[in-house]
């Protein structure tokens, strides 16, 4: 029996899946989570084979929840599961050491065949994303995109120094050097190119 927990801030949508994958005669779902310190928690707590997981969730995003597990509880491994078909997210996702990558719109039949892939030591990633995936390289770095995504929510460069621990003129450096790589015309946009291309 592969042993399964769901992270998913949409209620309906995780209740769908458990009840789905519930069917499969070969899983099951031991825990559920609405956002992701929750699903680290429980993680911790019940140790599942597999983690599948949404990439934007409230508190830890899948991505940052994949890269906690990895230094936290090794064993455990990961599947996104995601409305965001960028290649930018599954290179992030891979670089975090997740196992599978797949679109909400693909058949129940395919998650649970991913999951018994990634749970054999596989890998399982949709095919047109895994295609896209080695195009456009992040040209940012991990603070780069730090203090983008505080610009992206409207703070100004005293409220981003303040979040991050920086000082204000090293927050400068950061977006100037992000605006610079990105070739937009200011924090604003420089941020909605990354979202765009899933670098954030």
Do not use: C
């Amino acid at each position: 029996m592969i042993r399964l927990l769901l992270a998913e801030d949409q209620a309906l949508v995780r209740g769908a899946l458990a009840a789905l994958l519930s069917l499969e005669g070969d899983l099951e779902v031991v825990g559920m989570a609405a956002d992701g310190e929750e699903a680290l928690a429980q993680v911790k707590a019940l140790r599942p084979d597999i983690l599948v997981t949404d990439i934007e969730m409230p508190r830890l995003s899948g991505l940052d929840l994949a890269e906690r597990l990895g230094a936290e509880v090794p064993g455990v491994r990961v599947v996104i599961v995601t409305t965001f078909g960028r290649a930018g997210y599954l290179r992030r996702a891979l670089e975090v050491g997740a196992r599978g990558y797949l679109l909400k719109d693909a058949p129940a039949a395919d998650l649970a065949d991913a999951i018994r892939r990634v749970h054999a030591g596989g890998r399982a990633v949709d095919p047109t994303l895994a295609a896209e995936a080695w195009g456009d390289r992040n040209p940012l770095t991990d603070r780069e995109r730090q203090v983008l995504r505080e610009a992206e929510t409207g703070a100004t460069t005293a409220q981003i120094a303040a979040a991050l621990n920086l000082s204000e003129g090293t927050v400068r450096n950061y977006l100037s050097e992000a605006i610079g790589k990105l070739e937009a015309g200011n924090r604003v946009e420089a941020a909605r190119q990354a979202r765009e291309k899933g670098w954030l």
